[in-house]
C-alpha cells in the first residue's frame, strides 16, 4: 500500500469521526490508567459498568489504595482476571503515592514500571492522556492493519512499529482510536461488513464481504 492511498483511508475515517475517543469512561489519567488495566482480555462496556460503581467511592491512588486488595475485588469481581488485577492496581497505587504524588507519570519508562502495565497499556494512556502519538496495538487494530494492508506484520510489535513508520504524521494522534473503532464495529473478526465500509474501495482485502 502506498502513502497516497493511506492518506486517503485515514482522510475518510477522519471525515465521519473526527475526533474520535476512547470508548473507555474516564474523567483523569489515572481513572484512564486503571480503566486501561482492567480492560486486558475483557470489553469495554464490561469494565465501564464496574468503574461505574468504583469511581464515585475510589478515583484517586489514595482512595483506591485505602479500599486495600479485597474491597477492590468487590468492584471489579466481574471482569476477567480480577483477582490478579486488583493485585496489580493496589500495588501500582502505592507506587503512585510513594514516587509521584499520586499523579500519572508521563513516560513510558515510569509507566511499564508499574504493575500490571504493559506497552499498549503505556501506550493508550500515552496517547489519550497526554496526547503523545503513539499507537496502541490490540487485536482489533492487529486484524486492520493487516487485513486492509495498511501496516502488515507477523507480531504486535512489529504491527505498531510499522504504523509508527508508515502512518503519515497528521493522523498519527488519533490513528489509534480511528482503527480500533474500524475493528470493533466494521472489519470485524468473523464476517467483515466491508459493504458497509468506508474505506471499501481502498482496502486491499482479498475475501471482501457483500454486507
Known amino acids: 500500500m502506498n502513502r497516497d492511498k493511506r492518506i486517503e483511508i485515514f482522510e475518510l475515517l477522519k471525515n465521519e469521526n473526527p475526533s474520535p475517543q476512547t470508548e473507555l469512561a474516564h474523567t483523569s489519567p489515572f481513572e484512564l490508567l486503571i480503566s486501561v488495566i482492567l480492560s486486558a482480555q475483557a470489553t469495554d462496556v464490561g469494565v465501564n459498568k464496574a468503574t461505574k460503581k468504583l469511581y464515585p467511592i475510589a478515583n484517586t491512588a489514595q482512595s483506591i489504595h485505602e479500599l486495600g486488595i479485597d474491597g477492590l475485588k468487590n468492584y471489579i469481581r466481574t471482569i476477567g482476571l480480577f483477582n490478579t488485577k486488583a493485585e496489580n492496581i493496589i500495588k501500582t497505587c502505592a507506587i503512585l503515592i510513594d514516587k509521584y504524588g499520586g499523579q500519572v507519570p508521563s513516560t513510558r519508562a515510569e509507566l511499564e514500571a508499574l504493575p500490571g502495565v504493559g506497552r499498549k497499556t503505556a501506550n493508550v494512556v500515552l496517547n489519550t492522556a497526554f496526547g503523545q502519538p503513539t499507537i496502541a496495538v490490540d487485536t482489533h487494530i492487529y486484524r486492520v492493519s493487516n487485513r486492509t494492508g495498511i501496516a502488515k506484520g507477523k507480531t504486535v510489535r512489529e504491527v505498531e ?47 471482501k464481504t457483500e454486507t
Open 161 to 207: 512499529d510499522r504504523l509508527l513508520r508508515l502512518v503519515p504524521d497528521q493522523y498519527k494522534q488519533d490513528a489509534h482510536h480511528w482503527l480500533i473503532l474500524h475493528g470493533r464495529y466494521t472489519c470485524i473478526a468473523r464476517k467483515p461488513r466491508c459493504g458497509s465500509c468506508i474505506i471499501h474501495d481502498l482496502c486491499e482485502y482479498r475475501k
